[in-house]
């Protein structure tokens, strides 16, 4: 393979220092050097953590345990204080689940009348607040997309009760129309489009379960995606905290549509309808009715965290969180490769984290550093999720999360991902932060997947911290056809046993990455006052509280 010219990363410049003045500390009069990345630790950390012998630092196996006692013994070498009291670990208490169909008796029932549907082909279902069996007997009720939104006026709900019920939901958010073309976001998927929020508010209304119906369009993957992960696997989630409805689960478009028309209901009318502000409820004269049975096993997690004191008197109370999960797939299966390595994810954000720290111990800023390393983030975003539960640092007090998933392993760019950071004042912050590295911020498609809904970040931008992940430009300093090239390539390994590290990949992509969020976090800890949410953006409410 060839390498790239590496790229010179340079220290902020002049103009940024205008801007966001930056004084290193314990430098009386002068300024100490700015922190620079290094690649050759970048690299060691990489090679090793991606290396067999970790296993694929898979959740609930020792690839993962190992992970976390070189995560802790290279925090404590670089100088990182503890930032669980006396310790870098942070439990997080994970339940794995398996729906045990043949044992469980659940059925639709219409009139007093089964409804045939076979668990897998037409509907799945899981305890979602991780109890073995459950006992059920409720009526179900149709809510549209479900969605309480006080911001764009829209209320699903409008008062109905649902408490003791389960709820049948549409997946997605309303459509923009003439009249309101950026309703939840135009075409662009806002967070009460994901499923993840279908279930969250479903608990929050006191409901007895939740079914979303699943078609193509709305979901953006088939059904076939539901079923691979809710039929005879085993799902992750936390066990700690606030746990979810008894019932979650997803009907087939078919499977919904039967139902509500053995129940008096023309599906694809109150579809129509609930794309509407005034659309209400529907009780379905149908019930959800017997047993669920299921495997249910404990397993405890940790995330890892250091800090780097600030210096300033007052701010020093205030943090910036880098986050990268160490997590990824872990050793499976029992034949030929049975290693998912992980390199790019995200042996490399872990890798950059440390590589990172070690340098931010040198010439602390005002405010304090957290680098915090999650768990779980393969199994839905459960260590960080698990930290915004319980943070180490007070939510209030915390200015903002950069997270790292997945670095540029290709070479060094012209551009960098920020998407997400115009929510917040971050936005302008990493432009200046760009700028100091002679790059540009990329430009952003609108997010029709819900990308910013898709790592740890998002747990803390859920919590009301302004949050987003760095992600890699596109424009390569190298030959951009080769370049190309090798992204497609690497395409085809994600989440395969082929993510692996090759010695032959330049780290200037990697460090230009890491050198950009510590020099972006330095701007935020050094800023007289923390970084805020734009007005009206739906996560700015949970900082307002
Ligand atoms: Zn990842």
């Given at each position: ?36 990345v290094?690649?050759?630790?970048l690299?060691?950390?990489l ?138 976001g135009?075409?662009a998927l806002t967070y009460?489009?994901r499923?993840t ?106 995330n890892?965290a ?13 943090v910036v969180v880098y986050t990268a999960h160490w997590d990824h ?13 992980g390199a790019v994810d995200n042996a490399s954000g872990t890798a950059a984290l440390l590589a990172m720290a ?11 550093q957290m680098f915090l390393w999650v768990a779980a983030e393969e199994q839905g975003l459960l260590g960080s999720a698990a930290y915004a ?6 939510l209030?007090?915390t200015a903002a999360n950069l997270n790292l998933d997945s670095l540029n392993w290709i070479?060094?760019t012209?551009d960098i991902g920020t998407a997400g950071s115009e929510r917040t004042d971050l936005g302008k912050m990493a432009e200046a932060a760009a700028?100091?590295l002679?790059m540009v911020i990329a430009k952003e498609k609108p997010d029709l997947a819900g990308g910013y809904f898709r790592s740890d970040h998002f747990s803390f931008a859920k919590a009301g911290v302004p949050a987003f992940s760095i992600t890699s430009g596109s ?12 992204r497609?390539?690497y395409r085809?390994?994600y989440h395969?046993?082929?993510d ?9 992509g990697m460090t230009q990455m890491a050198q950009f969020t510590l020099n972006l976090g330095r701007i935020v800890a ?5 970084p805020?949410w734009k007005?009206?953006d739906a996560f700015g409410?949970a900082?307002?509280?």
């Amino acid at each position: 393979m060839k390498k790239f010219p590496s790229f010179v990363v340079s220290a902020l410049a002049a103009s940024v220092a205008l801007a966001f003045p930056v004084h290193a500390a314990g430098a009386k009069g002068g300024k100490a050097a700015l922190p620079q990345v290094q690649e050759a630790p970048l690299r060691a950390h990489l090679a090793f953590l991606s290396s067999d012998l970790l296993e694929g630092r898979g959740t609930g196996q020792r690839g993962g345990d190992l992970t976390v006692s070189y995560l802790e013994n290279q925090a404590m070498a670089a100088g990182l204080k503890p930032a669980n009291g006396s310790s870098y670990r942070q439990l997080v208490k994970i339940a794995g689940i398996k729906t045990d169909a043949a044992a469980s008796s659940l059925r639709l029932d219409v009139n007093g009348a089964a409804l045939p549907a076979s668990f897998g082909k037409d509907w799945v279902y899981s305890p979602g607040d991780a109890q073995p069996a459950h006992s059920i007997n409720a009526e179900l009720v149709f809510v549209g997309y479900g969605i309480s939104a006080s911001e764009e006026g829209w209320d699903d709900y409008k008062g109905h009760d649902v408490k003791g019920k389960v709820i049948v939901m549409m997946v997605n958010d309303p459509m923009p129309t003439a009249e309101a073309p950026n309703r939840f976001g135009g075409k662009a998927l806002t967070y009460y489009g994901r499923w993840t929020y279908k279930f969250e508010e479903a608990q929050r209304k006191g409901a007895v379960g939740a079914l979303l119906i699943h078609t193509d369009a709305s979901a953006s993957y088939g059904y076939s995606v539901v079923k691979n992960s809710w039929d005879g696997v085993e799902r992750f989630q936390l066990a700690q905290g606030t746990p979810g409805t008894p019932l979650q689960g997803w009907l087939t478009n078919e499977t919904a549509l039967a139902l509500f028309k053995a129940a008096g209901h023309d599906l694809d009318a109150l579809r129509a309808a609930a794309e509407r502000k005034d659309f209400r409820p529907v009780a379905l004269k149908a019930k959800v009715v017997g047993d669920m049975k299921a495997e249910v096993r404990k397993v405890d997690q940790f995330n890892v965290a250091g800090v780097v004191p600030g210096t300033d008197p007052k701010l020093k109370n205030e943090v910036v969180v880098y986050t990268a999960h160490w997590d990824h797939l872990g050793k499976q299966g029992s034949s030929g490769d049975t290693i998912y390595n992980g390199a790019v994810d995200n042996a490399s954000g872990t890798a950059a984290l440390l590589a990172m720290a070690q340098e931010a111990v040198k010439a602390p800023a005002k405010r304090s550093q957290m680098f915090l390393w999650v768990a779980a983030e393969e199994q839905g975003l459960l260590g960080s999720a698990a930290y915004a539960e319980a943070p180490l640092w007070p939510l209030d007090k915390t200015a903002a999360n950069l997270n790292l998933d997945s670095l540029n392993w290709i070479g060094a760019t012209r551009d960098i991902g920020t998407a997400g950071s115009e929510r917040t004042d971050l936005g302008k912050m990493a432009e200046a932060a760009a700028k100091g590295l002679k790059m540009v911020i990329a430009k952003e498609k609108p997010d029709l997947a819900g990308g910013y809904f898709r790592s740890d970040h998002f747990s803390f931008a859920k919590a009301g911290v302004p949050a987003f992940s760095i992600t890699s430009g596109s424009e390569f300093l190298g030959d951009q056809a080769r370049a190309e090239q090798m992204r497609a390539a690497y395409r085809k390994s994600y989440h395969q046993v082929s993510d692996e590290y090759d010695p032959s990949w330049s780290m200037a992509g990697m460090t230009q990455m890491a050198q950009f969020t510590l020099n972006l976090g330095r701007i935020v800890a050094d800023a007289p006052a923390m970084p805020e949410w734009k007005a009206g953006d739906a996560f700015g409410k949970a900082r307002a509280k």
